[in-house]
């Protein structure tokens, strides 16, 4: 008999074999249990007949309760109803840890509630679901990046100045001088995309962000590509076809996950089809004005949540936006050839309301210029020298782009919040557990 894990189930049909669970919930009458069963590879159901076991398994089959783990021993079969296709007639149970008054019952509780607990939150079959699917964006970005040719590249977490203002800096101790923890690795990985061609990073990103929506958390994770000899247009290949397979590879290997979300794999597939529409931030400005929703929409705005959503629906389709005003970017991102206040750069927006998922530009490349936008922003030029050097010596047209992994996780799964994306979130009002 071997030890298996639910999710090989198939393999195993009419066979006898011994799973290491837990107790999600239970049914059961004078003559049947029903055990719902998670060993963190899939969620199934156990069944005990008692006229099948011993009295003493019947009886723990019974008394077992929410989330204690045991061993069940018993021979696989299909099961054509359940999510998962496969349940486990069960012969045999050994206990293995106790549960008393597991606080998360089946019935519904509130978010705080469930953020007080979700060291154990994390445990129910949709944060599992989502987590997985987490899980296979990280390999598929790995894969993907790897096959493109790219280097991984980490940049610090701990710096030494402030890369676009201070208001969202955490600002920390570095022995006798000041670090802020980091808000994006891109200057580093400028230096990556000179020093090896084609670099990305994956890591935690910190911002102190004061305002409370669904799509900001406080400590994101980024992955950062760079490229060497890259044009705008370019990098924007690269960008769609990284999406399309991010979401491809959830198609084909997350199947299961995306049935316990209720997720449409249709819309998703849409979503496979390149290339994705291209407008510029003009172009949005008037189709903005045109909808006669935004009354305040003017050349030179920012866009938050509803201009994004709107342009994205408009598409129904991931749509990049390009070239938005200079004054509003920041420093590093090269300025149009014949139009002064716009910067070649392109933010990509998700459709179904889920807003920006992408930022990114073609980098500035003069060093005059620069010293010029860094002094703009009021940086101490001392601190920039090092990104400087990077242009005095061999420049070369050059573009990167950032995606913020659990944007793609909520639009990817459908989930309404931010929150769910990540095991442990940071959020304005949160740091337990
Ligand atoms: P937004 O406009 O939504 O605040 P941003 O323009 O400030 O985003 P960038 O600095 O361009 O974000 O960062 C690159 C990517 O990182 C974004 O496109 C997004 O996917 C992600 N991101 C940015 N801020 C957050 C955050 N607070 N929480 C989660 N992801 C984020
Ligand atoms: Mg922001
Ligand atoms: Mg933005
Ligand atoms: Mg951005």
């Given at each position: 008999m071997e030890t298996i894990s639910i999710v090989d189930s198939k393999k195993y049909v009419d066979k006898k074999v011994k799973i290491g669970v837990w107790l999600t919930n239970k049914r059961s009458s004078g003559k049947i249990a029903f055990l719902q069963l998670r060993d963190g590879t899939a969620y199934f159901q156990g069944v005990v007949v008692k006229s099948d076991v011993s009295e003493e398994t019947f009886a723990l089959a019974k008394e077992v309760k929410q989330e204690e783990s045991m061993y069940v021993i018993g021979t696989i079969h299909e099961d054509a109803r359940s999510h998962f296709g496969y349940e486990i007639e069960i012969e045999d149970i050994e206990p293995v840890g106790a549960s008393k008054d597991y606080p998360i019952s089946p019935k519904d509780h509130g978010t705080d509630f469930l953020m007080d607990h979700r060291h154990l939150w994390l445990r129910s079959k949709r944060q599992f679901a989502i987590i997985k699917i987490r899980s296979e964006l990280i390999r598929a970005t790995y894969a993907f990046f790897h096959k493109e040719g790219f280097v991984k590249f980490d940049a610090p977490i701990l710096t030494g100045s402030a890369p676009e203002g201070t208001t969202e800096l955490f600002h920390t101790e570095y022995f006798d001088k000041d670090a802020y923890l980091s808000q994006s690795g891109q200057l580093?990985?400028?230096?990556?995309?000179?020093?090896?061609?084609?670099?990305?990073?994956?890591?935690?990103?910190?911002?102190?962000?004061?305002?409370?929506?669904?799509?900001?958390?406080?400590?994101?994770?980024?992955?950062?590509?760079?490229?060497a000899f890259t044009h705008q247009e370019e990098s924007l290949e690269i960008q769609e076809k990284y999406i399309a397979y991010l979401v491809q590879s959830v198609l084909d290997n997350c199947q299961y996950e995306l049935k316990l979300l209720g997720r449409d794999p249709k819309v998703l597939q849409r979503y496979t089809k390149l290339p994705y529409p291209r407008i510029s931030y003009d172009e949005a400005i008037e189709l903005l004005q045109k909808s006669g929703d935004f009354p305040d929409v003017k050349w030179g705005k920012d866009f938050g949540s509803p201009e994004e959503t709107y342009l994205a629906e408009h598409f129904n389709k991931p749509v990049f936006v390009l070239n938005y005003p200079k004054a509003i970017k920041p420093f590093y991102m090269k300025p149009h050839p014949t139009r002064k206040d716009v910067v070649i750069c392109a933010d990509l927006l998700a459709p179904e309301g889920y807003g920006e998922i992408i930022g990114g530009s073609e980098r500035a490349t003069d060093v005059a210029y620069l010293e010029k936008q860094i002094e703009k922003a009021g940086l101490d030029k001392a601190d920039y020298q090092w990104y400087l050097d990077l242009r005095r010596y061999g420049s070369v047209p050059h573009s990167g782009f950032g995606l913020g992994l659990e944007r793609a996780v909520t639009w990817i799964t459908g989930e309404e919040h931010i929150r769910e994306?990540?095991?442990?979130?940071?959020?304005?009002?949160?740091?337990?557990?």
């Open positions: 580093y990985e400028e230096a990556g995309a000179m020093a090896y061609g084609k670099v990305f990073s994956f890591g935690p990103t910190f911002r102190a962000e004061k305002s409370k929506t669904r799509r900001h958390l406080i400590e994101f994770w980024m992955i950062e590509p760079e490229m994306a990540i095991p442990f979130p940071r959020l304005l009002n949160r740091i337990y557990p």
